[in-house]
């Protein structure tokens, strides 16, 4: 475990345990006022005189939303943001001899998506109010993004952006998730220390027994060694296997954990008759959501859940047969964003999910692997997508339970390779270690993809 991730763990235990009193802080303005201060103190921590940067991001990005056209704000905060992003992490090419720390790195990484997220949900209760008044028809039972009692202005955005709740580690909520665990009551009345206990046993402690093991065992720079390349070839194939458990476990410990910060200071939580989405919150029953806040008894009696923060389900990562579906429930809330933002606004039907996945590459990073890693997402759906038609529709060919397992081995087969190159990350390394494979990941897709043509073709003739 590098020290970086000791920092990193460290502020995420800070973080649970903060929680315990600040959910117990019952008036609004004090709970914004010390949320923004100790995220503050947090980014001043790890970032020291670099967290100019953060405070620049929200300055520009609060003048965005608050003053530009709401037709355009969010594509402008959008520009600008990413545009800021990509110049901090390539400061050496412009004459700048120094690089941010890889903690102000992940700070400037959510706080882009929740800004631009931000500018976003402006823009969209913006064309909502614009319809309504077109075609009333069309109009809510209650506004789902920002409305009339979301009064913003430049303290709002600054306490939004600066809270200490994921401002380090995620994961990404959006304003209404935010507005709500300062007004509304839900926070008081749900069993949150069980529901945090459920989140990190037994789990947790597995994945940290797995990291340590595999980071022991199957270190990825022995891929970089000489005695790697004396290795058979099945050998240098199958150590993508560990590398990429290890590389999941790691993951897995902080999007837990994350999650539990969120539970342990009443953000995030709603009734779970709100039907709430991982990022963005609540999804119907608005009118009642409201009504209850009025009644302590029926507040008392209601069952609440976290899923608006809901940021890993392992199970699904794990178990499920499909990339699509294993994507789905990785980093779930900033997959919202890039769906909601992204994928859902882009203009191009054809080209949205390379679009998608390209501006996934560049909030990573600018490290040739995350490319590489993510470009090859699309190519690998395609073929995907042939073989879930010839193997889990029906039993024409095999059996569907032998299907969902030949499927499964593929979908991990496939991320075990990509991630090598994301973690990697410098292209050099990278095409060492595909060089000692033979690249073999790309004949075989190419086979699968026209056996699969071949076989669907024969399946419709039949």
Known sequence: MSFDDIIYLFFLMFSIGFGTYYRKIENP???????AAVGFLIVLAVSRLHSIHILITILVNGAIILYVDKRFCHLVSFFLSFVYLIFLRTTVYFGLPYSIPSHTNL???????????????????YTKKAQNKATPALKNEAETEIGDDYVLDFSHVFYYALNYVGVLTGPYYNYRTFYDHLYKPFHQYDDYKTAALKKFFPLVPIYAIVYLLTDYLWPLSYTQSQDFEERSFLYRYWYIWPTFLNFRARIYIGLTLSECSCIMAGLGVYPDFANSQPGNGPTTNFNKLTEICHSTTTLKSTKYDYETVHNINSYGTELYPTLREGMKNWNMTVQYWLATCIYKRFPSKKYRTFATMFVSGVWHGVY?????????????????????????KDDFYLPKKVGYVIMLFLKMQFFSYAALAFSLLDVGKIMHYYNLVYHWMVPFYVLMFFLGKHLLKLKKTE
Not at 29 to 35: A, E, N, Q, V
Not at 107 to 113: C, K, P, S
Not at 371 to 390: K, N, R
């Open 107 to 125: 700070i400037q990484m959510i706080l882009t998506l929740k800004l631009v997220g931000l500018a976003f949900e402006v823009n969209s209760a």
């Open 29 to 35: 303005k004090s709970r914004k006022h010390i949320g």
């Open 368 to 392: 040739s692997g995350y490319y590489i890693s993510v470009g090859m997402i699309p190519f690998g759906l395609i073929v995907e997508d042939i073989w879930a038609h010839v193997l889990l």
